[in-house]
């Protein structure tokens, strides 16, 4: 059974830095796509990066050029280093897989940017 289990967030500056770590337990990490989504309050959960097997990845417009997500196949950890954060970055964020087609979900970390 896969957990994954996400660190990192916490209470940032506007225009500081943070970088999220998502480790996957189980085997065959590298054969699946990950994913980071994100949920602030009073709104519906958004895909912010994705990273397939093979390192391609993608980003949702709103944090192109401030974020880069990563993975490291020998460690099973996918990370994503937000920099330029704004308030609006502020929420709670989840890192994501599928195995068997279910959809399985860490915990969250905060990440809140304010002055």
């Known amino acids: 059974q896969v957990q994954l289990v996400e660190s990192g967030g916490g209470l940032v500056q506007p225009g500081g830095s943070l970088r999220l770590s998502c480790l996957a337990s189980g085997s065959a990490f590298s054969a699946y796509g990950m994913g980071w989504y994100r949920q602030a309050p009073g709104k519906e959960r958004e895909l912010v990066a994705r990273?397939?097997?093979?390192?391609?990845?993608t980003y949702a417009d709103s944090v192109k050029g401030r974020f880069t997500m990563s993975r490291d196949n020998a460690k099973n950890t996918v990370y994503l280093q937000m920099n330029s954060l704004k308030p609006e970055d502020t929420a709670v964020y989840y890192c994501?897989?599928?195995?068997?087609?279910?959809?399985?979900w860490g915990q969250g970390t905060q990440v809140t940017v304010s002055s």
């Open positions: 994501r897989t599928q195995r068997l087609g279910f959809d399985l």
């Open positions: 990273i397939m097997r093979d390192g391609t990845t």
